[in-house]
Nanobody
Framework: QVQLVESGGGLVQTGGSLTLSCAASGRAFSSYVVAWFRQPPGKEREFVAHITRAGGSTYYGDSAKDRFTISRDNAKNTGYLQMNSLKPEDTAVYYC???????????????WGQGTQVAVSS
């Protein structure tokens, strides 16, 4: 079993930045692909980004391209999501997830954190 805990969410104004962290415990963090998803109020959960086991490859959803950066530090068992140029439509609960394959599909991730709230004011 792998446990994931997100942190770093909060309230920020349009154009601001936040960095989210995903701390992992349990099995070896480096064995898993890490992804970020988000769920805006009243909407379905959507893919944000993923990063491969050694951090060599990244992939972003359309809403995150050119604004967000996913990274990981396997020595610290931690994943990150750097978010810049935030917009009100980025308001959501952000979840980190871990799985054995790199994918934009929720079903491909086995372990999930509890989420951290990000709110972007106009």
């Amino acid at each position: 079993q792998v446990q994931l805990v997100e942190s770093g969410g909060g309230l920020v104004q349009t154009g601001g930045s936040l960095t989210l962290s995903c701390a992992a415990s349990g099995r070896a963090f480096s064995s898993y692909v890490v992804a970020w998803f988000r769920q805006p109020p009243g909407k379905e959960r959507e893919f944000v980004a993923h990063i491969t086991r050694a951090g060599g490859s990244t992939y972003y959803g359309d809403s995150a391209k050119d604004r967000f950066t996913i990274s990981r530090d396997n020595a610290k068992n931690t994943g990150y999501l750097q978010m810049n140029s935030l917009k009100p439509e980025d308001t959501a609960v952000y979840y980190c997830a871990a799985g054995i394959s790199a994918s934009w599909r929720q079903r491909d991730y086995t372990y999930w954190g509890q989420g951290t709230q990000v709110a972007v004011s106009s």
